[in-house]
């Protein structure tokens, strides 16, 4: 069974910069030939996806990013990062990765049957 761990998030500033991982474990697959979608859930709010890594190497971009963060696979490392720069206190959220994707909408959170656990992005003012 695949497993994802995500790690990196903490507080910072507005203006500031994160770097968050997605660990890929248990999997015999590379994340380059994995779709694998960074979400976002901030309190009192519905899941949001953010940014995903096709297979292949296309990306997809939520709107509200405009052009602040970037994903990435690493394959030597197994992992999906995501860099997010120019933080606003707007993007304070849990950040989760996800895979196994069905369907024909990255953003939708129910077409995703294996997610992480979480990390903590916030953003001061």
């Known amino acids: 069974q695949v497993r994802l761990v995500e790690s990196g998030g903490g507080s910072v500033q507005a203006g500031g910069a994160l770097r968050i991982s997605c660990t890929v474990s248990?999997?015999?697959?590379?994340?380059?030939?994995?779709?694998i979608t960074w979400f976002r859930q901030a309190p009192g709010r519905e899941r949001e996806a953010v940014a995903a890594?096709?297979?292949?190497?296309?990306?997809d971009y939520a709107d509200f990013v405009n052009g602040r963060f970037t994903i990435s696979p690493d394959v030597a490392n197994n992992a999906v990062y995501l860099q997010m720069n120019n933080l606003k206190p707007e993007d304070t959220a849990m950040y989760y990765c996800?895979?196994?994707?069905?369907?024909?909408?990255?953003?939708?959170?129910?077409?995703?049957?294996?997610w992480g656990r979480g990390t903590q992005v916030t953003v001061s003012s």
């Open positions: 996800a895979t196994r994707w069905v369907g024909d909408n990255w953003r939708l959170a129910t077409s995703y049957s294996i």
């Open positions: 248990e999997s015999r697959r590379n994340v380059d030939s994995m779709t």
């Open positions: 890594s096709y297979i292949g190497g296309g990306t």
